[in-house]
């Protein structure tokens, strides 16, 4: 009959043959651990406020110019990943560029999203492409894109950076190349990508495509989200765990607007307050406005104007606007990591 075996050995014969193992670079699974029944992030919930970090940018920019600093960027990191990045797989960081500046043209295999927070009408340059900034726009610089930033105007440009570089040097897939000018030439026309991409619905008939699996469309303005926002939050509630909330997508194929990273908007009534739900999925969010909070992992983030708070993986949350005032959140996950790897699943229960 088949059954469990049971080995007696001493503590002095284990204790001999682990260091046996241990000097030949060999592990006993059975006693390493590493199996959890379900996912625990090392990250937490954070918020960080707006009051707090604005200041530290605005120093950065009196300390260190583009030439000493490749991006003046101030991380925000996880209490529980100090010094890393925000969440586990995403940064969301800070990047100020003052007027007269420009930062210099690079790309990388890291995939890039710029929320704009504040400034008018600074510009990114992707592969040749002149792109405008404004606050609550998001600006894409997909993995190994060309792009370089500049600020003409007379304020500063302050944006919030996006990237999953975190899951990039996890997966030991980064790579870095300087264009070799500090600018990129810049193509004819003003945002060429919504030109062909932007109509929603339409797109060029000539076009047959690109290899690339990311979005062509590399300018989302917030007049556009907000309006589609609005005009749906009139008669439909959404969805009970996020209130109105819409996707970016790659207008080619429907799917996310990176093949790493999705990014989405979300209205929220004064008053309202989401039911808890949670997914295998870190989020990174950022108050485009209003004030409220959300519980994370039974913990109470409040949150206002421009704040920018983190959920880890599995971690049940809920939303509440306690303002007079719509709220609207940008929020981007690795949700099409997860999914492309089987490894999505959502919870409402807890
Ligand atoms: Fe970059």
């Not at 625990?40 to 919930?45: I, L, N, T």
Request: hydrophobic share 35%; net charge negative; glycine share 8%.
């Amino acid at each position: 009959m088949l059954k469990l075996s049971s080995i007696e050995s001493s503590e002095q014969e284990l204790k001999e043959f682990y260091e046996q193992l241990r000097a030949q670079n060999v592990t006993p699974a059975w006693i390493a651990g590493g199996v959890t029944v379900e996912p625990r992030s090392k990250a937490v919930g954070h918020v960080w406020h707006w009051r707090d970090v604005r200041p530290h940018a605005v120093r950065a920019a009196e300390l260190v110019g583009t030439e000493q600093a490749e991006r003046r960027v101030l991380r925000l990191t996880n209490p529980e990943l100090p010094g890393v990045s925000a969440s586990n797989t995403l940064v969301a960081n800070i990047q100020i560029v003052m007027p007269g500046e420009i930062a210099r043209a690079h790309r990388h295999s890291a995939s890039a999203l710029r929320l704009i927070i504040e400034g008018q009408g600074g510009y990114t340059v992707v592969n040749g492409d002149r792109i405008p900034m404004y606050p609550g726009d998001l600006v894409l610089t997909p993995n190994w894109t060309w792009h370089d930033h500049a600020n003409d105007t007379d304020q500063p440009m302050i944006w919030l950076d996006g990237l999953d570089t975190p899951l990039v040097r996890m997966l030991e897939a980064g790579f870095y190349e300087e264009f070799g000018q500090e600018r990129q030439p810049v193509g004819a026309g003003p945002d060429p990508s919504v030109a062909k991409y932007g109509a929603g619905g339409l797109r060029p008939a000539w076009e047959t495509g690109t290899a690339a699996r990311y979005s062509p469309l590399w300018h989302y303005p917030l007049s556009q989200a907000r309006a589609a926002l609005e005009r749906l939050a009139a008669e439909d509630s959404g969805s009970p765990f996020d209130g109105m909330i819409l996707e970016y997508t790659n207008p080619l194929t429907g799917g996310s607007a990176m093949p790493t990273i999705a990014c989405y908007i979300q209205l929220l009534h004064p008053g309202q307050h989401t039911q808890a739900h949670r997914h295998t999925c870190c989020t990174n969010y950022h108050v485009i406005e209003g004030s409220g909070h959300s519980i994370v992992g039974g913990q109470r983030l409040d949150w206002e104007d421009k704040d920018v708070f983190t959920i880890p993986t599995w971690t049940l949350h809920e939303h509440v606007n306690t303002g007079t005032r719509p709220a609207l959140l940008f929020s981007f996950s690795d949700a099409p990591v997860m999914k492309a790897l089987d490894l999505y699943r959502e919870d409402a229960k807890g």
